[in-house]
């Protein structure tokens, strides 16, 4: 029951941000990915306090575009996914601060174990 309410609840969050970047962005040169990392800057509204913290940002958003555009390419599942404003947030990040609100009782272990989990943090359902 747990984990069915887990599932549930994980679901509602990723329909909760159904305004997904879904372009056709290549990963293949820094800059298409720097011009990606900047679109979703400006559409997120995304300000960063240093130059350090930017570039940190930029390599954890390069590794989720990566991912997405893997997910996405691969098609098994019969639906796509995009970026969200959860892209430039390492897990630890996510796990820490968003998911706790909702899962107070379940150990941030447990839900990094839940494989549905990693669609969830970082990306949005596109269709």
């Known amino acids: 029951m747990k984990l069915v309410?887990?599932?549930?609840?994980?679901i509602l969050l990723a329909c909760a941000y159904p305004t997904a970047m879904s372009r056709k962005l290549s990963t293949k040169s820094s800059s298409s990915v720097n011009k990606a990392f900047q679109q979703w800057i400006h559409?997120?509204?995304?300000t960063y306090s240093n130059t350090t913290e930017m570039n940190?940002?930029?390599?954890?958003?390069?590794?989720?575009?990566?991912?997405?555009?893997?997910f996405n390419k691969a098609?098994?599942?019969?639906?796509?996914?995009?970026?969200?404003?959860?892209?430039?947030?390492?897990?630890?990040?996510?796990?820490?601060?968003?998911?706790?609100?909702?899962?107070p009782t379940i150990e941030t272990e447990e839900i990094q174990n839940i494989p549905f989990v990693k669609y969830v943090r970082a990306v949005s359902f596109v269709g």
């Open 56 to 70: 940190k940002r930029r390599v954890i958003f390069k590794e989720e575009l990566k991912y997405v555009k893997k």
């Open 75 to 103: 098609g098994d599942e019969g639906y796509t996914i995009g970026l969200n404003q959860y892209s430039d947030w390492t897990d630890e990040e996510y796990f820490g601060s968003q998911l706790p609100k909702y899962l």
């Open 5 to 10: 309410t887990v599932y549930i609840i994980i």
């Open 43 to 46: 559409e997120y509204g995304r």
